[in-house]
């Protein structure tokens, strides 16, 4: 279930976008109770109901005060993601060149953790089934660009070329999407409803 709030910083951009700065209705709910938030847009068909009050579901809030923000990749101990080295590389296998969904992809290490090989970034390239499997622990194949670091915004770059699934239209004033790759989808239950340009349902 994603969440369903947009949750921007005092001056109107995204706290972050890696990943996105959202949150639950009912954290922004509470942050609307606390004082610390105010809403900028509301769903127009979702209402919440308690024993004393009904009120509309907050689509885009504001914090009431600027967050100082670094906008840096999140790393564990244990190196990069999978999911950072596939946006990095364009969801493009390094051997064969070829285009794949997240799901037939693989990270490769350049240099085989079989040999010493660590996840860094200058160490792991995206890798179909196919290429990974004939590839092995051959070291004389290597990808066609080399692994690299990227930054925080070189990754927002190559994000904003992908397909995004929003619950709000009005989520996209601030993030700044092209409007054919921007597909809106149910709040409550993460369905496709229609794409941003569009008026037409999805069939």
Request: aromatic share 10%; glycine share 4%.
């Amino acid at each position: 279930m994603m969440d369903s709030t947009l949750l921007l910083n005092a001056d109107a951009m995204p706290i972050n976008l890696l990943p996105l700065s959202s949150v639950s209705w009912e954290d922004a709910i509470k942050g609307l109770f606390v004082g610390n938030t105010e809403v900028l847009h509301y769903y127009d068909d979702w209402d919440v109901h308690s024993p004393s009050i009904t009120m509309a579901v907050p689509a885009v809030v504001i914090l009431k005060e600027q967050v100082q923000v670094k906008r840096h990749m999140r790393l564990s101990t244990d190196g990069p993601s999978s999911n950072l080295v596939f946006l990095r590389d364009g969801y493009q296998c390094q051997y064969c060149e070829k285009v794949f969904p997240r799901s037939q992809l693989t990270l490769d290490h350049v240099l085989p953790r079989k040999f010493g090989g660590r996840t860094r970034w200058d160490n792991v390239s995206s890798a179909c089934n196919f290429c990974n499997g004939k590839r092995g622990h051959d070291i004389r194949i290597q990808p066609k660009t080399a692994p690299y670091r990227p930054t925080y915004h070189q990754l927002v770059k190559m994000m904003k070329k992908f397909p995004i699934y929003l619950p709000s239209p009005f989520w996209n004033y601030y993030l700044g999407w092209d409007e054919k790759l921007v597909n809106i989808v149910d709040p409550r239950s993460g369905k496709p409803i229609r794409h941003l340009n569009e008026n037409l349902e999805f069939k």
